[in-house]
């Protein structure tokens, strides 16, 4: 572990990311963010999901710093009498399971068809592009949107784990496409190369060499891609939680919290909107950062 540590630290990335204030600050940002909500059950002051715990009394108190709030609720609390800051950990992490969940499942798809289309070529490599094509014409959000809608109408009752399942499937169903033309792009120029050659004389089977030889070395692209769409993700799960088609009101996310406090935001309690929004920019903007600063480490010509 060290000794991966000491090479990273001493590779290009790492000196890149040493001398980048930006990238440095979003990181640490990000990883207080990921760290509060991965470990929201040992670190939040309280849990907001324990109706024993629940008065009515402390229902819309302000944050402490305003009169009449309390420094029991540092952010205020909500119309059942929840802690805010704790809600928004709770909430931060289902955002980012979703997020990064819906992220991997459409690499793992893109990765592959964009592989297999870049190599083969011909016929396959025709139709899985004119596919892309197609899934490129509708907007995300409104695909998105139309799964989500159908899962629920399938699964009425549905437990969480189908919900979760179901609104993961929506925002991957067009993410993917973004993954096979970059890997595509990337692989037709690797398969021409010497190494390639020399694997085929050598009687390498294709899959062998898809998987050892030109898929390592079309990852790159691939990793930055990944990390700014971890934040579009969560910017869609959001969006489709704050219209009532993502996750389940039981598990609320930040967007549920985000259309929970819109209800009441013109009436004086502010801090139920306001603070979950300022949640999920500061979580997205981190993530972009870290992701725009990858993308300039891995370019070698803005080296």
Same mark, same amino acid.
């Given at each position: 572990?060290?000794?991966?540590f ?5 590779s290009d ?17 990000a ?82 068809l964009?592989?297999l ?18 899934? !490129? ?5 409104? $695909?998105? /949107? ?6 629920? #109408? =399938?699964? @009425?009752?549905? &437990? ?17 496409v ?40 079309v ?30 009101p ?11 406090g ?17 949640? !999920? ?5 981190? $993530?972009? /950062? ?6 300039? #480490? =891995?370019? @070698?010509?803005? &080296?």
């Amino acid at each position: 572990m060290k000794k991966t540590f000491a090479r990273w630290y001493d590779s290009d990335v790492g000196y890149s990311f040493r001398h980048s204030p930006v990238a440095m600050a979003a990181a640490f940002v990000a990883f207080v963010c990921i760290f509060c909500a991965t470990f929201a059950g040992w670190i939040a002051p309280h849990n907001p999901y324990d109706l024993a715990t629940l008065r009515s009394e402390d229902a819309f108190l302000p944050p402490a710093w305003v009169e009449a709030g309390s420094r029991r609720f540092i952010l205020g609390t909500d119309d059942q009498g929840r802690d805010i800051l704790s809600t928004l950990m709770y909430g931060a992490r289902i955002s980012l399971v979703v997020g990064i969940a819906s992220v991997l499942l459409s690499m793992v798809v893109g990765v592959a068809l964009g592989l297999l289309a870049g190599f083969r070529g011909g016929w396959i490599d025709t139709f899985l592009m004119r596919l892309c094509d197609v899934m !490129l014409s509708f907007p995300t959000i409104l $695909v998105a /949107l139309l799964i989500a809608g159908v899962g629920r #109408a =399938l699964f @009425p009752n549905a &437990q969480n784990t189908v919900a979760f399942g179901v609104l993961i499937l929506a925002i991957s169903l067009t993410k993917w496409v973004d993954y096979a033309r970059t890997v595509r792009g990337s692989t037709m120029v690797e398969r021409n190369k010497e190494y390639v050659q020399a694997a085929r004389v050598t009687g390498v089977t294709p899959l062998r060499i898809m998987r050892k030889h030109v898929l390592p070395n079309v990852m790159g692209p691939v990793f930055v891609l990944a990390t700014i769409q971890v934040a579009t993700a969560i910017i869609t799960e959001a969006t489709l939680s704050f219209l009532g088609v993502g996750v389940p009101p039981t598990s609320p996310s930040l967007g549920t919290l985000i259309s929970i406090g819109n209800q009441f935001l013109f009436s004086g309690e502010w801090w139920l909107s306001v603070f979950p929004g300022a949640a !999920l920019v500061l979580i997205v903007l981190s $993530v972009n /950062l870290v992701g725009d600063w990858l993308r300039d #480490a =891995l370019n @070698p010509r803005l &080296q």
